[in-house]
């Protein structure tokens, strides 16, 4: 799978709001009730990640969960990066 090149990363991110590009990397940080709410959502976002096997980043802080995304054998934003980003927004 190759990476995108930055004109490709920053057009494929308008299909997904909230999501920004930091550092190479596609982040979103998601807040929630509590510090439950944002557990579920991470065991959520862990159980779709293994399936495709593509793993995120995960921060929480409390009831925020910051999800970073790059695919590191690729060496940039990928494919995957996107598909996994669209299925932790619908996720929520």
Request: proline share 2%.
């Amino acid at each position: 799978m190759h990476s995108f090149s930055k004109e490709e990363a920053a057009s494929r991110l308008g299909a997904l709001p909230g999501w920004q590009i930091e550092a190479g990397e596609l982040t979103r940080t998601f807040k929630f009730q509590d510090f439950v709410a944002a557990l579920a959502f991470v065991n959520r976002v862990g159980e779709r990640a293994e399936q495709a096997g593509h793993h995120p980043d995960i921060d929480i802080r409390y009831n925020q969960v910051r999800l970073g995304l790059v695919t590191h054998d690729a060496g940039g934003l990928t494919a995957k990066d996107f598909e996994l980003a669209a299925v932790a927004d619908k996720l929520v």
